[in-house]
């Protein structure tokens, strides 16, 4: 049960904050429509192209890597997701997917930083 106690806080962390001041977790369609908000400016095509790269990283799962090092919708590291200013909260998929798209533009529109997944 002591194990369980930093999952849940973490968990709690994540969630979002409603604007009658209660919280809900996030949602998997809270990613779709973070990845299309932070993507839809580059054309279609990218968008679905980062729909597929999160997909195979999280599998749209906000929370996805609880307790690991890459984290969220992108999986990305704590340092991506500070260095682009959008607070460090790597489960909001808005912030994810706002850093995710930083980072496809500051590697020259590429999906290299997804060696893997990028490839879809």
Known sequence: ??????????????CALQPDGSFRPYTYADSEVAIHR???PYG????AKARRVANCESGLWPYSGIGSYYQGIFQLGE?????????GQRFDPY??????RDLYVTRGYSWSAWPVCGRV
């Not at 194990?3 to 849940?8: E, I, S, V």
């Not at 912030?95 to 995710?100: K, S």
């Open 79 to 87: 340092h991506i997701v500070a260095i682009h200013a959008y607070g």
């Open 1 to 14: 049960m002591k194990r369980l106690w930093p999952l849940l806080l973490l968990t709690l962390a994540a």
């Open 95 to 100: 912030q994810n997917a706002l850093a995710a």
């Open 38 to 40: 932070a993507f839809d």
């Open 44 to 47: 279609p095509v990218v968008a």
